[in-house]
């Protein structure tokens, strides 16, 4: 993958010098040569001095020195193909020279993706080079990386990449995609004659958007923006900003949030995200709870590792911490995501086994919170290039990445594929989304939605409805009883509930939530209050919903509600009669007990004498099994 961006990859430019005394060469015209392309070096200046060395090894076809500096110069660059010609061809005129040097060979070698003629290289650089070199861990860790990458290639995992098409790629470089959970809006970044800037393409009939220019708020005239992360729901884009005014370091991260259809003013998400060092390519959680970025900072394993950082009870980040040498090697480890499962992490690394440049690998969270050691996604995924910045969609079925390997629109393009390997499919996570809007003039509303745990009542994600058009799109929690609760101002709030098993594979939850304005008559079903099977005790998981009702009376300090319990036409009439009574009776002492004055409440029992659904089935007397409140008073 072509390497760009000060904040996709940093690279280091590091070509060896060649003493110029007791040169191999007899030609006045290749030395003169030889001595200007050391010339330009000392200038950076690459492009001219590789023309000057180029000249000299053709003034001079045995000129074993130039042949050298000529692959330093392509390696400096990042250009291993033409870095092991150069090598080639100066070995070639003597194998046992400069055997320092046999380390450059060699690795151009791995990173052009011939492995067995690399192993041998290092195998010999290895044999003839002395303890003290500073490439000899390097060497060994190359060698593992020849072995794992033969081995690969025999087994090569299903990947068929597919070009996201002329609407999002262009002849410019684009990369770093976000998506949100529904994948029907792509935000990435484009590379126009060295400027970053971000582009949106949206899904309309499952066939991709002319992608546009985001915002002038988030893309600023003057500085580079990129390596971009966008919330599950698409309201919050965090991404890299290097170099600005209002930058700690060389690189800082930042926050935007929508606001209708426009973006607000980035923040800089500040200390202790934020230093000195470089900060860059955020990952949020599904839950908005933690992020996971790249950073140099000390205390780290090695040039760049991946942090993480929670925000706490006051709506700070904490301050970060290293993911750790599970995760963290003295290489590189960058471009960080984490998948909407909040188990599965993917990121890019040279520091662990794989094909030799940068791999994907993924990381799982076991279930005393500990990462598990990378695997890596295997060959052609990985290659001898770098591999960075993959993502995948909430469903695990669907990956997108950027590269310049294929027959694409130019530079580096946008590409999907699906992922068949089980071993590197996250765990499957669906989602909710829908509209939220006043029940009377069907106008949207700017809603807060809350998921909470049924069983502990703990908010597991926090949102709000799109002010312009009122929807709303949230990850759904695995393995837990949740309830979907979704408020705003001077409206009776709305509930759902959900099993573990209510959400079929593939088939989102999609929900329209008509509000109530608070009018004295309207009511609302409390769809998350729970009692045993023919009792009135409250089970724990009605607490969710209680503490909601509680907060709503809290804030609304005039209502006064009528609190109706109903049951299902099983037993008899005066059974229902008082089961009814009694569990309405325990939600009025639940408020009660919890501050709410008496004068403000009233409880009742219908039984079974009000059905809303059809009792000859178990859902119809599920819904049958209700509580309601009415509002009585404002």
């Known amino acids: 993958m072509k390497k760009l961006l000060l904040v996709f990859f940093v690279l280091w430019i590091n070509a060896p010098c060649i003493a110029q005394t007791q040169l191999n060469t007899t030609s006045k015209a290749a030395l003169k040569n030889y001595r200007i392309a050391n010339s330009y ?120 990449p597919v070009n996201m098409g002329a609407a999002v790629n262009s002849v410019h470089d684009e990369y770093m995609a976000a998506v949100t959970a529904d994948e029907s809006k792509l935000i990435f970044t484009r590379q126009i004659d060295f400027k970053e800037d971000f582009y949106q393409s949206d899904k309309i009939n499952n066939t991709w958007n002319e992608a546009q220019f985001l915002s002038p708020v988030l893309s600023t005239a003057d500085y580079n923006e990129g390596a971009q992360c966008i919330s599950p729901d698409g309201q919050y884009l965090f991404f890299t900003g290097c170099n600005r005014p209002d930058g700690f370091g060389r690189c800082d991260i930042f926050i935007s949030k929508k606001d209708g259809n426009n973006w607000l003013v980035p923040k800089n ?148 594929f699906d992922i068949e390997a089980k071993k590197i499919k996250p765990i499957y996570t669906n989602y909710v989304k829908g509209k939220v809007y006043d029940a009377k003039t069907k106008l949207p509303l700017e809603a807060e939605i809350q998921i909470l745990d049924l069983k502990t009542g703990d908010i597991l994600l926090h949102s709000y409805a799109n002010k312009m058009d009122g929807s709303f799109l949230d990850i759904l929690p695995q393995g837990t009883e949740f309830a979907l609760i979704a408020s705003a101002n001077g409206y009776l709030f709305f509930s759902e509930s959900f099993e573990p098993t209510y959400h079929k594979l593939n088939e989102p939850v999609e929900l329209d939530i008509p509000l109530q304005m608070i009018e004295v008559g309207k009511n609302v079903v409390l769809k998350n209050i729970y009692f045993e099977n023919n009792k009135y005790n409250l089970k724990p998981q009605s607490k969710a919903e209680l503490q909601k009702l509680f907060v709503f009376l809290g804030l609304n300090p005039t209502v006064k509600i009528d609190i109706e319990g109903f049951t299902d036409n099983i037993g008899n009439n005066e059974q229902n009669q008082l089961l009814s009574e009694n ?52």
């Open 41 to 160: 070096l000392d200038q950076n200046n690459i492009r001219l001095a590789i023309i000057e060395l180029n000249e000299a090894t053709e003034n001079d076809p045995n000129f074993i020195e130039a042949f050298l500096l000529l692959g330093d110069a392509y390696r400096s660059v990042i250009n291993y193909d033409d870095a092991f010609i150069a090598y080639q061809k100066a070995y070639a005129i003597n194998p046992n020279y400069a055997p320092e040097r046999t380390f450059f060979y060699a690795e151009a070698a791995l990173k052009t993706g011939k492995y067995a003629l690399a192993k041998t290289l290092f195998i010999k650089y290895l044999d003839n080079v002395t303890v003290s070199s500073n490439n000899i861990a390097k060497a060994k860790k190359y060698i593992k990386d020849c072995d794992f990458s033969q081995v690969a290639i025999k087994n090569p995992v299903k990947f068929k």
């Open 269 to 416: 998400l500040g200390f202790p995200i934020n230093t000195r060092n470089w900060e860059s390519q955020p990952s949020i959680s599904a839950d908005g709870r933690t992020i996971y970025f790249v950073s140099d900072r000390k205390g780290g394993f090695g040039g760049y590792d991946i942090w993480e950082s929670e925000l706490d009870s006051t709506g700070s980040w904490g301050i970060p911490t290293n993911l750790g040498p599970t995760i963290n090697t003295p290489y590189d480890d960058m471009t960080p995501f984490i998948h909407p499962d909040n188990k599965t992490l993917y990121f890019s690394s040279d520091g662990w086994i794989g094909l030799g440049s940068k791999d994907i690998f993924l990381s799982r969270l076991s279930e005393n919170n500990k990462w598990g050691l990378p695997e890596n996604l295997g060959y052609p995924i990985n290659t001898f290039n770098d591999e960075a910045g993959l993502i995948i969609n909430p469903s695990g079925d669907t990956a997108y990445f950027s590269s310049n390997q294929f027959a694409g629109f130019g530079g580096l393009d946008l590409y999907h």
């Open 583 to 634: 569990r309405s009776k325990s939600v009025y002492q639940y408020l009660i007990n919890n501050g709410i004055k008496p004068n403000r409440l009233h409880y009742r029992g219908f039984g079974a004498s009000k059905p809303i659904a059809d009792n000859s089935t178990e859902l119809g007397k599920a819904s049958n099994r209700r509580t309601e409140i009415v509002i009585k008073g404002k």
